[in-house]
């Protein structure tokens, strides 16, 4: 099927659209990609309700409109319509994730998205498995499981969004999942305080800082890192870390030190130490957190453009290949991804009309 996804991650810097024509099992061609930007206010209305387990129908709605006008841009530039379509996988917009209450909650209203591109929507990825007692998060590893299928293993695919998460493949299939810790989130709102930009480009801010190690092996001492996979984050998880009196420069370094240090504690939940290292997500365009992973994990750490992947649009070609399988029938997580008790299905269709 010829399939769009939509992706907006937990940096809620904007919108991601990428096609593939998938049968959700492997990819046969890829498609073109846009990165759409949000708006500043529906930046801003997103981040007053995050923890929120409910959003207004206004902002349900808002989001839905973005999402449209981001398929109806993808289709402008690109001399498309909605007929070359078969299928658009919705991830929306995580404003809570809190899976040992049975608990996520993505907005966007996909029923209006439908109507909006006249294309049919699955949405709704993860309530399905966080009801079943999973983390309901990763999603990605299937995809990445797919992509890799060639690849020298052990290989660790870690992706750095708000959240950063990791997935481990192994000979024959095996493959672990997991939140390892902070990606972007802190930073970014570091950033955004001290600064007010958006994220700290090119690295430039924490690269000219100091590492406070006495704050960060206090955040390290948290029962989520000796905790056993599965296990997932919310964004603002460690949004409490001590970093009171450092100047932004040092408070950046600390954070970046944080997501590196915490990738390298996630390699003791491995079976298998990975040969190499792909990263994806926004956190590969920061060479700060880039050069602090190679210091830690032991092998070599690229972008995964090293391996003819699209990093941009790598979690937006994930829930195209998702919705695929969704309305295939075919798992979306498996217990060694989301500790779900089995492979779990999921998703919900809506029709365009």
């Given at each position: ?65 973005a ?6 841009r ?16 919705f ?19 996909a ?7 006249g ?15 999973g ?15 060639d ?79 599965p ?71 690229e972008?995964?453009e ?15 290949f ?15 991804t ?11 269709l809506?029709?365009?009309?």
């Amino acid at each position: 099927m010829k399939t769009l996804g939509l992706m907006s991650g937990t940096s809620f810097d904007g919108i991601d659209v990428a096609a593939i024509d998938t049968d959700g099992e492997s990819v046969r061609s890829f498609g073109p990609q846009l990165g759409v930007p949000y708006e500043p206010e529906l930046r801003a209305h997103i981040r007053a309700v995050l923890g929120s387990e409910k959003a207004l129908p206004e902002l349900e709605e808002a989001v839905a409109v973005a999402h449209a006008e981001a398929v109806t841009r993808f289709f402008d530039a690109y001399g498309l319509t909605a007929r070359a379509v078969d299928l658009v996988g919705f991830h929306g917009q995580t404003i809570l994730h809190a899976p040992a209450r049975r608990l996520t909650r993505q907005i966007g209203d996909a029923a209006l998205l439908a109507r909006l591109i006249g294309v049919n929507v699955v949405a709704d990825f993860r309530s399905a498995d966080v009801a079943a007692g999973g983390q309901g998060a990763p999603l990605v590893p299937l995809y990445h499981q797919a992509l890799a299928r060639d690849l020298p293993k052990p290989l660790a695919v870690l992706n750095i969004g708000g959240v950063a998460n990791v997935t481990w493949l192994g000979e024959r299939d095996a493959v672990l999942a997991f939140d390892t810790g902070p990606g972007n989130a802190l930073l970014d709102d570091w950033v955004l305080k001290h600064h007010g930009a958006a994220f700290d480009r090119g690295g430039t801010l924490a690269a000219a800082g100091r590492v406070h190690d006495d704050r960060l092996r206090r955040a390290l001492t948290r029962a989520f890192f000796v905790a056993p996979p599965p296990k997932s984050l919310d964004r603002n998880a460690f949004g409490d870390m001590d970093l009171g009196g450092l100047s932004p420069e040092d408070g950046a370094a600390t954070l970046v030190e944080f997501t590196a240090r915490a990738a390298q504690l996630a390699m003791a939940h491995m079976p298998e130490a990975p040969r190499r290292w792909l990263v994806c997500g926004g956190g590969r365009h920061n060479p700060t957190i880039m050069a602090a992973l190679a210091r830690h994990v032991g092998a070599p750490v690229e972008p995964v453009e090293a391996v003819g992947w699209r990093g941009d649009a790598l979690e937006a070609e994930a829930f195209a290949f998702l919705a695929v399988r969704s309305i295939r029938g075919l798992p979306l997580s498996l217990p060694e991804t989301t500790g779900a008790p089995g492979p779990m299905t999921g998703g919900r269709l809506f029709r365009a009309g």
